[in-house]
């Protein structure tokens, strides 16, 4: 079956301007990582609001993912995703914790994106 079969059999859905929206989302998120990245090394003023700049622009990024693909929370990388909210959430609250769950989300982040997509992808339920 080709991909594109494979994308309309599972009812995938995609908008002119998408992929450029989520890029945009992106940036702002790797913003709020470089601004947390500060306040939680190098205890610098401002977690709370780079934890908002992190937390809004994911949810924009999974609202815009969760749309286009309505396995999205099925999958184990919206399950994952969804961990990581929470995760970063209580870093912004909990300020005890910050460096640990810091390198804990960061490593896990980055395991999860790059992980094969047969991971990724995997339905979990």
């Known amino acids: 079956m080709a991909r594109h079969e494979r994308d309309e059999e599972q009812g995938r859905r995609d908008f002119r301007g998408r992929s ?10 790797i913003v709020g ?9 190098a205890g610098a003023a401002g977690a709370e609001q780079w934890g908002g700049v992190m937390l809004a ?5 999974i609202a815009l993912d969760a749309w286009a693909n309505p396995l999205y929370f099925r999958q184990a ?7 990581k909210i929470a995760l970063v959430a209580l870093m912004v609250v909990w300020e005890g914790g910050r460096q640990p769950l810091f390198w804990f ?3 896990f982040s980055v395991a999860l994106s790059h992980a094969p997509g047969r991971i990724r992808h995997r339905q979990l339920f």
């Open 20 to 29: 450029l929206l989520i890029n945009l989302l992106r940036v702002f998120h």
């Open 105 to 107: 989300v960061l490593a």
């Open 57 to 61: 622009s994911g949810i924009g990024i």
């Open 77 to 83: 990388k919206g399950i994952g995703t969804l961990l």
């Open 33 to 41: 990582l470089a601004g947390i990245s500060a306040a939680v090394l």
